[in-house]
């Protein structure tokens, strides 16, 4: 018989980090994947909008529908035993209003299993991750370069340069903490900033893009395998390279049809 694994749970991650235990999180956006980082032994699985950009060949995140991040997280939860699901709430779903919020997030959960949302954004959504946290929705916080704004930011850039800016995002960590969010993913920040904003809320960071001081990392599954086409941003460290993997498979596989290799005679 197999061993049934405990499943993680939001408040598993705040234990982890006070164990000093380094979490790991990637995207995943179908059950395939899922099943094989969660064979890996992945903690934190994103169904992140970034599978607008991975997925569907859109530019940027924006045009991804609830719909869309329902669909792909119920195919996550269907494949992973283990890790914690983390659904991503798309562009405009929950900052319109906190009800709306609510009834976008709880959408997530209900209908697509997830285990917790990750909303954008430092001040204009902490009233907002309360509703949430109050309404017993696990919400992770996602400060620094947030690409649903990519427009404003001027493009996928590292933020938060500046003094003031640094200080800002200080204090946005410090209230999304006190609004109840029980993880942070910096982005594209200065390492010495993601150290210091580790040192400050008891909450676990996890970074991409941030340096090694976070109390996680995640990087966007597609790119640390290979699987990425386009260029990739200049942190990934890639793993392996499974493009080029299926590309010669596929070549060869060709081959064999045309050449009549496959199928091979029975008995030969
Ligand atoms: O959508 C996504 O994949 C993300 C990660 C890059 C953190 O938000």
Redesign the pocket.
Known sequence: MSERVKQLRAPDLKEMKRRGEKIAML?AYDASMAHLLDRAGIDVL?V????GMVLLGYET?LPVTLDDVVYHTRAVVRGASRALVVA?MPFLTYRIDASEALRNAGRLLQQGGAHAV?IEGGRPVVETARRLVEAGIPVMG?LGLI?QSVHQLGGFRPQARLEGDARQLIEDARALEEAGVFAL?L?SIPADLAGEVSGQVAVPTIG?GAGPHCDGQ?L?SYDALGLTSGPIPPFVKQYAHLGDAMVEAARTYAQDVREGRFPAEKGK
């Open positions: 995207t994103l992140g909008d970034s599978l995140t991503d990750k996602h690409p993913v982005e991409i995640v966007v």
